[in-house]
């Protein structure tokens, strides 16, 4: 199987939140599909409880672009404590038997890390 870039993310290594962080604070993650079919797309994190991501799957179509919302929920900030969460996101062709993203077998998907 190939393991073709699918979509374009922007931006494209790293998001970026900005304080104060006693209150939810949000970052954009822009999902452009580069590809001339639909492209379904699922987005993990390795810290669940603290980010809140909406919508944390969908499908774009071709030539379109998803905008991602991720929210930071609030904490006590301490400068020696900071940590580099990741963002992974799953992309993959929409399958001809598809009912909604969530029942998409993602095994055969196309990975990337922020």
């Not at 919508?55 to 301490?78: K, T, W």
């Not at 400068?79 to 929409?94: D, E, G, L, N, R």
Request: glycine letters at 2%; aromatic letters at 10%.
């Amino acid at each position: 199987m190939s393991r073709e870039q699918l979509v374009r993310i922007d931006p494209p290594t790293e998001l970026r939140f900005k304080g104060p962080f006693t209150e939810t604070r949000t970052a954009h993650l822009s999902l452009t599909n580069i590809r001339n079919a639909p492209v379904c797309f699922k987005v993990k994190t390795t810290a669940p409880k603290q980010y809140c991501v909406r919508p944390n799957s969908g499908v774009v179509e071709p030539h379109s672009v998803a905008d991602v919302q991720i929210m930071l929920q609030p904490f006590d900030f301490a400068a020696s404590k900071v940590s580099k969460h990741k963002f992974m996101v799953q992309t993959m062709y929409k399958p001809g038997n598809f009912v909604d993203s969530e029942t998409v077998v993602w095994a055969s998907s196309v990975f990337y890390v922020l």
